[in-house]
């Protein structure tokens, strides 16, 4: 068993997800992975059952519907809590986040005194995105900015999916409170942590559009994050 986990969620995505696997378990770091299955109806599920035959620190929870991605990972993360995993990172099955860069991540926070780190698109100011139209671009982009401007958080990736955490910023987010269940429950998240004087770090990464599947992203994602950092800038959220 490792210290780390890679949570990976997943719904229809069996174009993708035995090359995952397998590029996470081919780095040199010993990774364990818990796929998160939102009752895929493409057959997702069996392929990582079939999977686990050869990989014996794959794991595999299957929920019985599509309630978001803050709920899949949500979901991971309390499963990685009561197995009492030190580390515990996400990651999207669609190659958009490099396999290479999880032992970069674990590394900030396991050699250099991050409580969470976050594999940053825009480090700086420095845009590293590939594959993705402009209008995508521009958005995701300016949201973080937007995110920075109306919360102050100190973090240039606000938006970002690919993040490792120490078990005890788990512990201290009280998880049955999260509000938000797309683009903001990423922001939530560090926003939470952040307000808990928690040390983060960004980690530059190149950010690859996904080559096979479809996107999740839509519009009620969107102003879910527009609205949503505007209520936790305001109002403050729940412990």
Request: net charge positive; charged share 30%; hydrophobic share 40%.
């Amino acid at each position: 068993m490792s210290n780390t986990l890679v949570i990976i969620p997943t719904f229809n995505e069996k174009e993708n997800i035995e090359a995952i696997i397998k590029a996470v378990f081919s780095e040199d770091k010993l990774f364990d992975i818990l796929v998160v299955d939102d009752n895929s109806p493409d057959g997702t599920a069996e392929i990582v059952r079939r999977l686990q035959n050869d990989y014996s620190n794959l794991f595999l929870e299957v929920r019985k519907e599509k309630t978001g991605l803050g709920a899949a990972y949500i979901h991971g993360f309390n499963w990685a809590l009561k197995l009492k995993y030190e580390y515990i990172i996400e990651m999207d099955a669609d190659f958009s986040h490099n396999p290479a860069d999880l032992v970069r991540l674990y590394s900030a926070c396991a050699l250099e005194g991050a409580d969470f780190s976050i594999g940053s698109r825009y480090l700086n100011n420095k845009i590293n995105v590939v594959n993705w139209d402009f209008k995508r671009l521009f958005l995701s982009y300016f949201a973080s900015k937007y995110v920075r401007i109306v919360t102050q958080i100190p973090i240039f990736d606000t938006t970002a999916g690919f993040v490792c955490y120490r078990r005890k910023v788990l512990e201290e987010i009280d998880l049955n409170k999260i509000k938000f269940i797309g683009y903001a429950f990423q922001i939530e998240m560090k926003f939470k942590a952040w307000k808990r004087k928690f040390k983060h770090k960004e980690v530059s990464v190149i950010f690859t559009d996904r080559k096979r599947g479809t996107s999740k992203m839509s519009g009620s994602i969107i102003s879910e994050a527009v609205f949503g950092v505007i209520k936790m800038r305001l109002k403050g959220l729940p412990k």
